[in-house]
Nanobody, 124 residues
């Protein structure tokens, strides 16, 4: 079992930045791809970003590409999501997820373990 805990969310003005962290316990993340997903009020959960188990490959939703950066430190069992140039439409609960994924990183069904999420609120 893998337990995931996100942190780093908060209230920020439009144009600001945040860095989310996702710390794992229970098992090493070395063999897991990691995804970030978000869910805004009244909307379905959507893919934001993913990073392969090695950290070599990253994937982004069109809406965040160029503004968000996923990274990982396997030695710390931690993954990050750096979010720059935040917009009000980025307001959501952000969750990290772990899975043995080698393709279709955008699909939630590919991930086995999920954190509870951290709230990000961007004011205009």
């Amino acid at each position: 079992q893998v337990q995931l805990v996100e942190s780093g969310g908060g209230l920020v003005q439009a144009g600001g930045s945040l860095r989310l962290s996702c710390v794992a316990s229970g098992r090493s993340l070395n063999s897991y791809a990691m995804g970030w997903f978000r869910q805004a009020p009244g909307k379905e959960r959507e893919f934001v970003a993913a990073i392969s188990w090695s950290g070599v490959d990253t994937y982004y939703a069109d809406s965040v590409r160029g503004r968000f950066t996923a990274s990982r430190e396997n030695a710390k069992n931690t993954v990050y999501l750096r979010m720059n140039s935040l917009k009000p439409e980025d307001t959501a609960v952000y969750c990290c997820a772990a899975g043995v994924v080698y393709s279709d990183y955008t699909r939630m069904q590919k991930y086995d373990y999920w954190g509870r999420g951290t709230q990000v609120t961007v004011s205009s």
